[in-house]
Nanobody
């Protein structure tokens, strides 16, 4: 069982930056995906960015490409999401998650259904004001 704990959320003005952290209770395993999802108010949860532990390959939603960066520090069992140039539409509850990658291929992390992601954090709120 993997436990994930997010931190770093908060309120910021448009154009600002935040860094989210996700601490895991166990060491990263190479055949796992880790990633960030978000759920804006009144909308469905969506994938933001993922990383395949096996080779470090990352995936980003089009809406955040060039502004967000996902990274993994295996020595600290921590994943990060650096968010720059924040926009009001980035306002959401952000969740980190982990999934076993049965194909050992990076593409799986960016395309798998959310029901394949078995481990979830409790979420951290990000609010961007205009």
């Amino acid at each position: 069982q993997v436990q994930l704990v997010e931190s770093g959320g908060g309120s910021v003005q448009a154009g600002g930056s935040l860094r989210l952290s996700c601490a895991a209770s166990t060491s990263a395993v190479s055949n796992y995906c880790t990633g960030w999802f978000r759920q804006p108010p009144g909308k469905e949860r969506e994938r933001v960015a993922t990383i395949y532990i096996g080779n470090g390959a990352s995936y980003y939603a089009n809406s955040v490409k060039g502004r967000f960066t996902i990274s993994q520090d295996n020595a600290k069992n921590t994943m990060y999401l650096q968010m720059n140039s924040l926009k009001p539409e980035d306002t959401a509850m952000y969740y980190c998650a982990a999934a076993l990658n049965p194909y050992a291929r990076a593409w799986y992390c960016g395309t798998s259904g959310q029901n394949e992601w078995l481990y979830w954090g409790q979420g951290t709120q990000v609010t961007v004001s205009s």
